[in-house]
């Protein structure tokens, strides 16, 4: 899962317009994680104690195919996909041409989301 925080969204602009090296560049700002990892985070920021099991992605698709024809189920095989999708998106242009920085790791800004909720 590709992600980044809005602080760092800031934080590029504010690098990619104080520095000319930016001109006519295209960057990536994307940081990666897993499903596991992201839900782990906001589990951790809410104190919830609840086990995360993980069902095997054929199963949940034949699933998904039967409950589909029978029932408005909010499961749908494009949301499948999304979750089981490997797309990196690689952001080691902006961090090596403006020396950007993320401020903080995906994770830890997922924790400090649901510490707030």
Partial sequence: ????????VVNALICCGSDDKALGEVFILSQQTTVEKMVASFASGMKSDRKIFRLPEGFVRFIVSILGHFARFPLTSSRVNALTGRCVYNSNKIQKTLKFKYSMTLEEGFTLFAKQK
Wanted: net charge negative; hydrophobic share 50%.
């Fill in 1 to 8: 899962m590709n992600y980044v925080h809005l602080v760092d």
